[in-house]
């Protein structure tokens, strides 16, 4: 029989690095779940995502047990890796602060392509790049 869910928790934190210090300690505290044993099995989880920013859902139930799900890491976070700077710009239809090639964000499509809300590969090339879009990222192609 199905165990009894009382509660979804959505948390990001980053891969293999994950401590009871809040934002985790406290969200999963008010539920009664024991927290150290979800940041080891979190952090064993996630070790190859190491200091990526990932998000996670976290299933209770009502014997305070737990399950979770780590999902890809936003694609924000994926963008600013390729194009290699520390945030997206302020104003990204007048300044753009960095440049990531056409195959990088085929890449990153294809690795957050089970998370995005779209049908084929194209699409989600094309959620991609508005987001590099809105955050001042220019796409430019293997040529220029």
Request: charged share 25%.
């Amino acid at each position: 029989m199905a165990k009894d869910v009382l509660v979804k928790i959505k948390l990001q934190a980053k891969g293999g690095q994950a401590t009871p210090a809040p934002p985790i300690g406290p969200a999963l505290g008010q539920h009664g779940v024991n927290i150290g044993q979800f940041v080891s099995q979190f952090n064993e989880r996630t070790k190859e995502l190491n200091g990526t920013v990932v998000p996670v859902v976290i299933s209770v139930y009502r014997d305070k047990s737990f399950s979770f799900e780590v999902k890809s890491p936003p694609a924000a976070v994926l963008l600013k890796q390729a194009a290699e700077i520390a945030k997206g710009s302020g104003v990204p239809n007048k300044e753009k602060v960095g440049k990531v090639t056409s195959e990088q964000v085929r890449k990153i499509a294809e690795t957050k392509f089970k998370d995005l809300n779209a049908y084929d590969l194209e699409q989600a090339g094309k959620i991609i790049e508005g987001t590099a879009r809105s955050m001042g990222i220019e796409i430019v192609s293997r040529e220029a």
